[in-house]
C-alpha cells in the first residue's frame, strides 16, 4: 500500500468504516477488529502502514476533545453558506494562541523530567491546570503534534518529544509566558522563591515559645526566572498528584520520636 499524499484529508470515520454517529463503544469494536487484522504480526493480512492509520484515527476518534474538533473540520453537513472572519478577534488571539502553546510545552517538558515513569497528560488535566478550553486545547494539540513537538499515547495522553524538548531550551519562555495561561490556583505559588534557593538560605531563628519567624519571599531575578516551573509544579500536584519524595531526616512527628524511645 502507498503511503498517503502529504496534506490530503483522512477522514477516520471511513479508515475505521464506522458512521459519524458511532458511540465509543462501537469506536472501540471497530479498532479492535481492525487491528487484528492488519497487524503487522499477522503474517497473512498484516499491513504495517494501514496498522499505523488505524492507530491515528483512533486516537483522535476516541478522544472526545480530538473527535469534536475533527468533527469541526469535517463538516456533518450541506456547506454554511456564509463564513464569518472577524478579522480583530483573530488577529487579537495569534499571540495567545502562541502563548497558549509554550505553556503546555512547558508543562509536559515539567512533566517528563519530574516523572519518567507517567509522563503523559490527560487532555482533561491539562484543562484542570490550565487555563483553555477544549476547543483552544484541540488546535494547539494539533499544532504541536504536527511540528512534531508532542506526541498521544495509546491512552490518549499528551507526551513532550526529544525534539520538544530542545525547542523548549531552544526557545527557553519567560515567567511571563507561562503564567498568564495557568489557573489561579498556580498563580499565587508562582510569586515563591524557588525551591533551591530556600534550601540554599540559612534556617530561621526560634525564639523561645513562638514559631520560626521567616521573611516574607523576594521577587529576585533568578525566582522571577523560575517561577514558571513553580506553577507548573503546584498545579501538577493538584490535578495529577503530589510526587514521591523521601521523609526527610529528623522530621519526626511526637509519635515517631515515642517508637524510638521505645
Not at 104 to 124: D, F, Q, T, V, W
Not at 179 to 188: G, T, V
Request: aromatic fraction near 6%; charged fraction near 25%.
Amino acid at each position: 500500500m502507498s503511503a498517503p499524499l502529504a496534506g490530503k484529508f483522512t477522514d477516520h470515520y471511513e479508515v475505521l468504516g464506522i458512521d459519524p454517529k458511532t458511540d465509543e463503544n462501537g469506536i472501540k469494536d471497530a479498532y479492535a477488529n481492525l487491528a487484528r487484522k492488519y497487524s503487522p504480526t499477522n503474517p497473512q493480512t498484516g499491513d504495517k502502514e494501514k496498522f499505523a492509520e488505524l492507530n491515528a484515527s483512533y486516537e483522535v476518534l476516541i478522544d472526545p476533545h480530538l473527535r469534536k474538533a475533527f468533527d469541526g473540520v469535517r463538516g456533518g453537513g450541506a456547506e454554511d453558506t456564509e463564513i464569518a472572519f472577524p478579522v480583530a478577534e483573530f488577529l487579537g488571539d495569534l499571540d495567545a494562541d502562541a502563548g497558549r502553546r509554550a505553556c503546555l510545552l512547558s508543562l509536559l517538558y515539567y512533566r517528563r523530567k519530574a516523572n519518567s515513569i507517567s509522563p503523559g497528560i490527560s487532555m482533561r488535566q491539562v484543562e484542570s491546570v490550565m487555563r483553555v478550553d477544549a476547543e483552544q486545547l484541540g488546535f494547539i494539540t494539533w499544532v504541536l503534534k504536527q511540528q512534531g513537538l508532542i506526541v498521544g499515547d495509546d491512552k490518549s495522553r499528551l507526551l513532550i518529544t526529544v525534539a520538544g524538548i530542545e525547542y523548549v531550551e531552544k526557545n527557553r519562555p519567560q515567567a511571563s509566558d507561562i503564567q498568564p495561561w495557568l489557573r489561579s490556583n498556580a498563580e499565587q505559588v508562582a510569586m515563591r522563591p524557588p525551591a533551591k534557593a530556600e534550601a540554599a538560605k540559612p534556617g530561621p531563628v526560634e525564639t523561645a515559645g513562638k514559631p520560626p519567624l521567616r521573611d516574607a519571599p523576594e521577587l529576585t531575578a533568578q525566582g522571577m526566572a523560575t517561577a514558571g516551573l513553580s506553577s507548573l509544579r503546584s498545579a501538577l500536584q493538584k490535578s495529577i498528584g503530589p510526587l514521591t519524595t523521601a521523609k526527610p531526616a529528623g522530621n519526626q512527628t511526637v509519635d515517631d520520636k515515642t517508637a524510638a524511645k521505645r
